[in-house]
């Protein structure tokens, strides 16, 4: 993996040199002399972040190759999360508009056997109507049903909420260890190439600006690398987190008008304020 790394680096770094030392509007033969005022080692660094990853041991690709991985793995989730957060959300909404159109707990009972619970809003009106139902017909015949109705509905709900939210979170964890540790990383590789500039430096016949500046501002890629694999990261964990709090308090919201109706068979209150009245058959009209 790594012969690989190191092949596909020195390519580029070729490809850079390439392209630094022959000028678009100047013939092949020209781009034998150097460009005025630049040395022949100038020339070579002109090659920036690929000319120093190639340049660079073991230790120095080992942590460009993490970077990579780390930034491959947040733009994953990023994408994943997103599309996946947006699908949710869309039947959720399909789902609350349904639900508070249909004429009895019935119908959404059938409904949601039908099509299935495909999102939280869902799961949580299907298991809290079937813990309703199965604590009516049988009681409590497991230690875990043991109280009044509502005391096991309350625990159903309060278990599907706990699993939704796992869900919710699921990634999270990932995007906020990269971005935590993507900066580390980053200053980590430009200790170690500042380390091996300064040796460098030191071991050669005179010291001037161009030797340390070249070596040293070259070292200080890797501290940009680790910054821009960490900013969309912390950028994107901050906005899931958000969007998942909206959406539990909207779900904490409809699980307490969802249990307030199977108690009572009474009206339940919208996100919006307003109130809808839904009738099941035993119960009369409001």
């Known amino acids: 993996m790594f012969d690989l790394l190191d092949s596909a680096i ?5 490809l850079g040199e390439a392209g630094a030392l022959a000028p678009a509007d100047a013939p092949a033969v020209a781009s034998a002399i150097p460009p005025a005022g630049m040395t022949a080692q100038q020339v070579a660094e002109a090659g920036g972040m690929l000319h120093f990853i190639s340049q660079s041991d073991i230790v120095g690709k080992t942590l460009f190759g993490i970077l990579v991985i780390m930034s491959l793995t947040s733009w994953y989730l990023i994408f994943v999360k997103s599309f996946t957060n947006m699908r949710i959300r869309r039947r959720s909404n399909n789902f609350l508009r349904e639900f508070w159109a249909a004429s009895s707990l019935e119908q959404v009972e ?18 809290a109507i079937h813990a309703q139902n199965h604590h009516t017909r049988y009681g409590a015949m497991k230690l875990e049903e043991k109280g009044s109705t509502g005391a096991f509905v309350t625990r159903t709900i309060r278990k599907v909420i706990d699993e939704e939210t796992a869900k919710l979170e699921n990634g999270l964890t990932v ?7 993507a900066p580390f990383v980053g200053l980590f590789g430009t200790v170690w190439g500042v ?13 001037t600006v161009n030797r340390i500046a070249g070596p040293v501002g070259e070292a200080l890629i890797m501290t940009g690398l680790g910054l821009a694999v960490a900013i969309p990261a912390v950028l994107a964990y901050n906005g899931f987190v958000r969007s998942n709090r909206v959406y539990l308090a909207r779900l904490d919201a409809f699980a307490h008008d969802l249990f307030t109706f199977l108690s009572t068979g009474q009206q339940a209150f919208e996100s ?14 409001e």
């Open 195 to 207: 380390y091996h500039a300064l040796v460098g430096i030191g071991l050669s016949d005179g010291v």
């Open 272 to 285: 919006s304020g307003r109130v809808r009245r839904v009738k099941i058959a035993s119960t009369k009209d």
């Open 10 to 14: 020195h390519v580029l770094a070729q």
């Open 175 to 181: 995007l906020a260890s990269i971005g935590s540790t």
């Open 110 to 127: 059938n409904e949601i056997t039908t099509h299935g619970a495909s999102e939280p809003f869902a799961h949580l009106a299907s298991h």
